[in-house]
């Protein structure tokens, strides 16, 4: 999934895993074996600046 976002957004895989994990801990996505789940909307909205 990280491959595929990293080429899809042309950005370094590494940048997609540390955001991942960033939302990951603020609770705003679920992410699991290529699977990312948006759990806070509201708040995933208010992130993005």
């Known amino acids: ?13 590494a940048t997609v895993t540390l955001a991942t994990h960033t939302l990951v801990g603020e609770s705003m996505i679920w992410a699991k074996r290529g ?4 759990r806070g909307r509201a708040k995933l909205g208010a992130a993005k600046g």
């Open 1 to 13: 999934m990280h491959e595929f976002l990293s080429l899809l957004l042309g950005v370094q895989r």
């Open 35 to 38: 699977r990312i789940i948006v």
